[in-house]
């Protein structure tokens, strides 16, 4: 697993996180705000290539976690901050795509979670739930 050591200035509170594969993630996060999902959205089973869009705004560079709740409980991790690569910042605003597991049961209970490394206040879930249905038949 990532290990995470905090550093603390007089401006901010940095987070230095040890990934698995050698390299070290920051974070300096303040606040984040999830955009989307963000409840009432409705996506076919994905299998594959597909891919579903998390949207959130944060307001200082650095890797976060990406949660998937399903009925108000944690069920898996999607990303953490050791995967800031994946995660794209322009003005203020971050995208990754998720790509769910085969095993993903359909559901209308699903919500997202981002939140920073070791700062459980610095988050934001779904508002609502969304929901994943079975695929559209061919």
């Known amino acids: 697993t990532d290990s995470t050591d905090s ?3 007089t401006t901010t509170s940095t987070i230095k996180i040890s990934c698995k594969d050698g390299t070290t993630a920051t974070s300096s996060l303040a606040s984040l705000t999830l955009q989307k999902p ?4 409705s996506y076919p089973y994905i299998n594959g290539d597909g891919k579903i869009e998390i949207k959130w705004q944060q307001d200082k560079l650095g890797g976060t976690y990406i949660d ?3 009925a108000g409980a ?3 991790r999607i990303q ?3 995967d800031e690569y994946k995660q794209i910042t322009a003005n203020g ?3 990754t795509k998720w790509n769910p597991h085969d095993s ?5 209970d699903y919500q997202i979670k981002v939140h920073a490394p070791k700062e459980a206040t610095i ?3 779904s508002d609502a739930y969304f929901s994943i249905t079975k695929p559209a038949s061919e």
Not at 38 to 41: D, F, H
Not at 104 to 108: A, F
Request: hydrophobic fraction near 20%; charge should be neutral.
């Open 7 to 9: 550093t603390d200035s």
């Open 38 to 41: 963000n409840g009432g959205e």
């Open 68 to 70: 998937l709740y399903k």
């Open 74 to 76: 944690f069920y898996y």
């Open 80 to 82: 953490g901050p050791c």
């Open 93 to 95: 605003i971050t995208k």
């Open 104 to 108: 993903l049961p359909v559901g209308t």
């Open 123 to 125: 988050s934001s879930i």
